[in-house]
Antibody, heavy 121, light 111 residues
Framework: QVQLVQSGAEVKKPGSSVRVSCKAS????????ISWVRQAPGQGLEWVGG????????NNAQKFQGRVSITADETTSTLYMELSSLRSEDTAVYYC??????????????WGQGTSVTVSS | DIEMTQSPLSLSVTPGEPASISCRSS???????????LDWYLQKPGQSPQLLIY???NRASGVPDRFSGSGSDTDFTLKISRVEAEDVGIYYC????????FGQGTKVEIK
């Protein structure tokens, strides 16, 4: 049974960058699309971006265009999300989640435990 | 981007009674395969979200059969035939046809 294990909590200054990792254990992620989803305190879920291994491409919600970079290291079964130019509104719990297939992001049935990112001066 | 709109935003239900949540998309979610790329997720308090329904009407593994998804194109519904105490949480629809977009969420509580 595959599990997604995320890196620990981060506290960052405004204007800096943060990189969150998501390691797949007990299975592979290379045949599945992976999304990054965030949830600000008391708010709903927001799709940030994802990576589609079939095309070896990443894509992001338009809102994060130019600020987010999503990459994958197949040798270590680890995915990364880097968010730059951080502002207070980026304070949230960030989740990685695995979809049911490798081209679309539907059916995310395996989720990481979440990583808290706090942006504060 | 495709926009998703849920209603109602909150719901208070008596145990054993049915519940229904609506989700509308700003564009058709019908793929050329004939499937609607629409999922339903439940986030229980303090937990990561969990998948309930995928491709519009397919129950995920382990999901009780009191949960059902229906609809097509731009209009979708999640129904709980008999609400139980463990069903409390926030329900989200999500389109996955063009990248991903979540609805605002519907908070379900027990009366």
């Amino acid at each position: 049974q595959v599990q997604l294990v995320q890196s620990g909590a981060e506290v960052k200054k405004p204007g800096s960058s943060v990189r969150v990792s998501c390691k797949a254990s007990g299975g592979t992620f290379t045949n599945f699309a992976i999304s990054w989803v965030r949830q600000a305190p008391g708010q709903g879920l927001e799709w940030v971006g994802g990576i589609i291994p079939f095309f070896r491409t990443a894509n992001n919600a338009q809102k994060f265009q130019g600020r987010v970079s999503i990459t994958a290291d197949e040798t270590t079964s680890t995915l990364y999300m880097e968010l730059s130019s951080l502002r207070s509104e980026d304070t949230a719990v960030y989740y990685c989640a695995r979809a049911k297939e490798d081209i679309y992001y539907y059916g995310m049935d395996v989720w990481g435990q979440g990583t808290s990112v706090t942006v504060s001066s | 981007d495709i926009e998703m709109t849920q209603s109602p935003l909150s719901l208070s239900v008596t145990p054993g009674e049915p519940a229904s949540i609506s989700c509308r998309s700003s564009q058709s979610l019908l793929h050329s395969t004939g499937y609607n790329y629409l999922d339903w997720y439940l986030q229980k308090p303090g937990q990561s979200p969990q998948l309930l329904i995928y491709l519009g009407s397919n129950r995920a593994s382990g999901v009780p059969d009191r949960f059902s998804g229906s609809g097509s194109d731009t209009d979708f519904t999640l129904k709980i035939s008999r609400v139980e105490a463990e069903d409390v949480g926030i329900y989200y629809c999500m389109q996955a046809l063009r990248k991903g977009t979540f609805g605002q969420g519907t908070k379900v509580e027990i009366k």
